[in-house]
Nanobody, 113 residues
Framework: QVQLVESGGGLVQPGGSLRLSCTAS??????MGWYRQAPGKQRELVAT???????NYADSVKGRFTVSRNNAENTVSLQMNSLKPEDTAVYYC?????????WGQGTQVTVSS
């Protein structure tokens, strides 16, 4: 029933910034977050955020990425700064559920000079 829709992504030079956004069709009361998957690699958890705003980050993005959410608007965002080529991946909005995890459609982020 609940759907997640991402926006943002694109091509950026190393050191640049992008902001990804995700909108849920209904309120999400649990954790939300972002995964990414590069070609030939496993899908990797990038960041999570609780409804109350507590965050966790993968070591590879800590200090560069910031996840936030607006519960009234049913949105979660990922601000990505100081981007590196190794950040290149498809990024997915994510919300775990007992009845089945929710996933966005994915948005491509490419960091290249």
């Amino acid at each position: 029933q609940v759907q997640l829709v991402e926006s943002g992504g694109g091509l950026v030079q190393p050191g640049g910034s992008l902001r990804l956004s995700c909108t849920a069709s209904r309120n999400i009361f649990g954790i939300m977050g972002w995964y990414r998957q590069a070609p030939g690699k496993q899908r990797e958890l990038v960041a999570t955020i609780t409804r109350g705003g507590d965050t966790n980050y993968a070591d590879s993005v800590k200090g560069r990425f910031t996840v936030s959410r607006n519960n009234a608007e049913n949105t979660v965002s990922l601000q990505m700064n100081s981007l590196k080529p190794e950040d290149t991946a498809v990024y997915y909005c994510y919300a775990p559920r007992y009845g089945g995890d929710l996933w966005g459609q994915g948005t491509q982020v490419t960091v290249s000079s």
